[in-house]
């Protein structure tokens, strides 16, 4: 089973949020500077109720369909690996959507879609009753909580930039994936 994070893997939502501050926010931000970590605007702002309600905004979630290489490399991955999953700590007022996105964007397995238990919570209890041999995310929390569980692949991003594990493989985006497991 190989898994997969939504945001900042299979879905830019990165970008919208980022879009959709410097509209209605009337923030003069790179988005660098908006999401850099630990002093971007948004990590500083993290505990701040429009970020709360950026975070559980629906309409972030379902702005765009998935890039076209983005979703036929999901499909080379499954052809590869077996079944596939998603596994995401967005909030759950976003389910529904979360799961149309998924089933818009044509991607595979679309019911194989787990929501860790809160906001931000852990993903390796769902990683383990779901098999996953194998796991991308671009966030270091969910990175470090799976070391060792499973085979581990880090979207390279602005907030990620200063880690290097030697069992993680950071790549640039899900694309560069068949190419690594036709490979091992």
């Not at 505990?47 to 765009?64: C, Q, R």
């Not at 964007?105 to 919570?121: A, E, I, K, M, R």
């Not at 499973?150 to 694309?175: M, S």
Request: aromatic residues 14%; glycine residues 6%.
């Amino acid at each position: 089973m190989f898994g997969f994070d939504l945001d900042g893997v299979l879905y830019p939502w990165h970008g919208h949020v980022y879009n959709w501050a410097v509209e209605n926010l009337n923030l003069e931000l790179t988005h660098d500077e908006f999401w850099k970590w630990p002093g971007g605007w948004f990590y500083q702002n993290r505990e701040n109720l429009i970020v709360n309600n950026i975070v559980g905004n629906p309409l972030l979630y379902n702005k765009s369909a998935v890039l076209p290489e983005i979703h036929d490399a999901v499909w080379e991955i499954k052809e590869l690996v077996g079944d596939v999953c998603y596994i995401t700590g967005r909030p759950e007022i976003v389910r529904f959507d979360t799961k149309l996105w998924i089933e818009r964007s044509h991607l595979p397995d679309p019911d194989n879609v787990f929501f860790t238990p809160s906001q931000f919570g852990a993903k390796l209890e769902i990683i383990q009753q779901q098999g996953c041999d194998f796991f991308v995310d671009d966030r270091l929390d969910y990175i470090r909580e799976l070391l060792g569980h499973t085979q581990l692949f880090l979207v390279d991003k602005i907030w990620n930039e200063n880690f290097e594990h030697e069992t993680v493989t950071r790549i640039q985006d899900v694309t560069d994936i068949p190419a690594i497991l036709e490979e091992a």
